[in-house]
């Protein structure tokens, strides 16, 4: 059995197949250095914001109906204390919060100026822009209707972040890109892997060299290729870390595990489109269909929970997501590991079904294209165009 399952790879990995090798490891290496190396850094709606009300004043209230009114952000939760709001920026519920603090009116009468921190997630730097200039805007406006002309800055605003306080924009969305350049490259690896048997006609060639059994025959097609682009993944993103935003070793060790997953997963949905077409063109279509736009869906630029109720089901559906999740969950510290080996849990489950899919599929179709092989191999066709068997 191990004498065939490497007689299998030798025969798929090794066959003098430079198009393989440009698919499942140049490519995706070599765009996703260039894209880090070239990086550079519209109005958002409903960014859900979370209130602490500290102060039960006018003031307060005023400016609580302020947030409420403003279509850029969304009161979308009233914590109790500062660690209900915490909690919901790691998961990802809130992207920012306010903290409306003790005696801020009575502050404001005495002309001594308080200030209201704006807590932000630190991650998607663009929503978190737009939603402070906004709570910024709302405070100003409010604190100059409400007290006299005499003081210049009723009420000042502190912006802090909750996570990432150190990491930039450019480094973290690159740090997402180059997983969206692999999302997108393991699927299409594993179309091209799974259905260049059927193209090329040599299921026979490939089913022999695997002693004739079909399960040899995928285990040594689907373990080499996860492997490989695990490999690359890890490495390049180790890569990139050195100069953007470095981890722990158990924080790498968590977010590399969680990368793994999603090649797997990925590399699972690619030969289940094979298994589902038959056909290489048509699973390359279905999956740049459903893996090309996934950066925009998976909540690195746009908080997914502002977007439609169908699309969040796609987004969910995505791997990208969840390893995204994952990835900014180690910008958090400790309390966003959690959070991480929840995704990655996910991640593996996605995995097993798109595996356990393509191989009860890909069962059916090789023993069929192995029979039409055979009966084609024992046909001749003459100069007039008739069949005669050999």
Known sequence: ???????????????????????????????????VDVFSAEILQHIPIGVIKQDRSQLADELEEGFRANPVVDVAMVCSDFSECEHAVVKGELQAFVLLPYDLERRA????????????????????????????????SIGANLFTKGMNDPVKVSLQSVGN????????????????????ACILAAVYMFSLPFRDHRVREYLAAAGGSRAILGLATI???GIIQSMAMVGV???THRFMAPMTLDEFIITASGQVAMVFACNGAGAAFVAITGNMRFGTSVAGVIAGPAFAFA??????????????????????????????SMLLGEAGKAHAWESIVILMFMALFWHLLATRLFFIRWKVAAKREKEWSLQAVNILGEAVKE
Do not use: D
């Not at 169908?310 to 994952?326: D, Q, S």
């Open 299 to 328: 909540g690195q630029t746009f908080p997914i929970m502002a977007m439609p109720f169908a699309v969040r089901c796609f987004a969910f559906c995505l791997p990208l997501t969840h390893v995204l999740k994952v990835q900014s």
């Open 109 to 140: 009468l005495r002309f001594e100026t308080p200030v209201i921190p704006v807590y932000s997630s630190g991650q998607n730097y663009l929503t978190n822009s737009f939603a402070t200039k906004e709570i910024r805007t709302v405070i100003s």
């Open 237 to 239: 993103y180790a890569y």
């Open 1 to 35: 059995m191990f004498l065939s399952f490497f007689r299998t790879i030798r025969t798929i990995y090794f066959g003098h197949n430079l198009v393989m090798w440009l698919v499942i490891l140049i490519l995706p290496i070599a765009t996703s250095v260039f894209m």
């Open 165 to 184: 306080s150190t990491g930039n924009y450019q480094g973290f969305l690159g740090m997402g890109l180059v997983t969206a350049i692999f999302h997108l």
């Open 223 to 225: 373990i080499p290729l």
